[in-house]
């Protein structure tokens, strides 16, 4: 056996990589940060296995779950490159929340892995205080979470991020789409920029094919490329969960990869298609820099991106206005951009 | 804007090294593997945003949840060399139902997050496939999950696997080891291997120090270096959840990473210290091999390894040999291995 003589110097957890102490101690530091986002419902004690949390003490018990797993794609790679680490916790956070409160569902709490191929205690805690904030921001407990250090399969400096959220549907009233009808109207409500999806192509046009650094200024932007780029994905939940009790909502779409084209055929029944007006809200610059520069035909961009469309929802025709109205008035913006129509499941996207 | 001459090229998401189209296909094809996992309670189809999960349908309206979030570290690395996907899933199911089950919750659904550098349709369903399998094995639910193909973050070939593990307990009886006192005793039930710890250090020692390859054999193991190491982590569902009804168990201790010394602390309340001896449980010889050939020594081994210790129970006095014999009648090996005893909260672990 080729390694004898290393029986003298002792081979240790930290030779191959690992320090397990260094993400303990890290962590301790953010204890009361994490303590903070617990709400009614959270039972254990930090440290333990499993996190426990009692669906009737945080007045959930009847209803049915809804639970998602997700990651910011490379946009992790946009934080490295600028490190800024806190805003793709809270990107994250908010994409979770988005992707259940499309069936109706009300953040219940949230579990988080963070991998690194060397543990920096700054930047995980920049992570956890993304985290920590993006849970606060939507009333849910961080409950739980797993820190690796993976030595060679994340490259010096590399991480990851993946979230799982658990939210409840209150009574248990899913929406599914199924009350879409031909006539219904579709409201979008805007973007704030990428949020977590087409990162890959977003970079390789702006870093790799046009040159740009991220602290740099291009036309139509109001910062920097990078500040474009890490705009942090918005959260629908306090604009849209107002809406469900007052209104009659036939369903929900978040626009996150696959675009308008892969999302809202999702909600949408059999004989049911969708026409969009893509020019019905207005195009974060960000966008339009990409797809000049990328040379990127419309529908590809349309299916890469969400194109300033955030979140849809569709209403019966007589509760377009009101819907609408309602939004404003609590200072949202909300944009008319088309209508159901009987046809083949799918949608008409016109630009 | 260095890259205007890309215009009449047009770049596509392919271009950057994503292809949406591509997991979609290779998850459609394990649609019904994955709709075979699905125990009464999961309402959703697949493809909607998120999953949904009626407690009530699934016989668990009254109890509290746990849930836990967790990966396999590097072992991912020891599947890609060795081409075998199939087994990381299973893996990551039962790491997940056992950080649940000391807590004396059953599994009710679990998400996965699979990450690549190339999506490579093979790989993905094979990695799906264990996931499956793994689920099935602790009756649950496959619920939901994200594959993200993140090029330049992962290399080509390479992955991650990450899971989240939702249970309940039943009655919202949660162990916590609060009622652990001295004179309690302590039982172990092997691990198969290495679990899902120390694979770093266990591949820099035998592949980087020793020149060993997946494919050779080495002394003491049955099969090859490879197949030692992949040996898949067990479930103690089976073994243990009966126990739950007929016995006073006081704490139970999944051993992960941090071993022996990190993980039984977590559950002995303040003035309770565990005794355990060492020897009291057959070590694998992949074990022995590590620790030879790095000269790792005992206290850094029994940190980083399991050592064979895969799951403890801690059992009042009186029940032990009762509690033991059920388990034996039932096929499960079963090792007494300690007690605890009044002092500051710890292990004196004894070689």
């Not at 959930?60 to 998602?68: D, E």
């Not at 793709?88 to 991998?115: E, M, T």
């Not at 909600?267 to 207005?282: F, N, S, V």
């Amino acid at each position: 056996m080729a390694g004898r003589e290393n029986q003298r110097k002792g081979l240790t957890y930290k030779d191959a990589g690992v320090d397990i102490d260094k993400a303990a101690r890290a962590l301790g530091e953010m204890k009361d940060k994490i303590l903070a986002t617990h709400i009614p419902g959270v039972l254990h004690e930090l440290g333990s296995f499993g996190g426990i949390f009692d669906l009737e003490k945080a007045g959930a018990g009847k209803g049915v779950l809804v639970a998602s797993t997700d990651g910011v794609g490379t946009k992790v790679r946009v934080a490295q490159r600028m490190r800024v680490y806190d805003t793709v916790g809270r990107d994250l956070a908010n994409h979770c929340v988005n992707d259940i409160l499309v069936q109706g569902a009300r953040p219940l709490f949230f579990l988080d892995y963070v991998a690194m191929g060397s543990l920096e205690p700054p930047v995980l805690q920049g992570l956890v205080e993304g985290l920590v904030l993006g849970c606060r921001d939507n009333g849910m407990a961080l409950l739980g979470g797993e820190t690796a250090e993976m030595p060679g399969l994340y490259q010096q400096g590399d991480f990851d991020l993946v979230g799982t959220i658990v939210g409840y549907v209150p009574g248990g009233k899913v929406i599914t789409g199924e009350e879409i009808r031909p006539g219904d109207k579709v409201l979008a409500l805007p973007s704030s920029g990428l949020h977590t999806n087409g990162y890959s192509l977003a970079q390789k046009v702006l870093f790799a094919v046009a040159g740009l650094r991220p602290e740099d200024r291009a036309r139509g932007l109001e910062g920097t490329v990078g500040e474009a780029l890490l705009a942090v994905h918005r959260s629908y939940l306090h604009a849209v969960f107002p809406l469900l009790e007052k209104f009659h909502v036939h369903g929900m779409a978040h626009i996150t990869g696959g675009g308008i084209p892969d999302n809202l055929p999702r909600i949408l029944p059999a004989g049911c298609k969708a026409r969009i007006d893509a020019g019905a809200i207005p195009r974060p610059a960000i966008f339009d820099l990409i797809l000049e520069i990328g040379g990127i035909s419309m529908e590809e961009a349309y299916r890469v991106f969400n194109m300033g469309f955030g979140f849809l929802l569709v209403v019966p025709p007589g509760e377009e206005e009101a819907l609408a109205r309602d939004l404003r008035k609590r200072g949202e913006e909300v944009f008319p951009c088309g209508e159901i129509v009987e046809g083949e499941k799918g949608v008409d996207l016109s630009f």
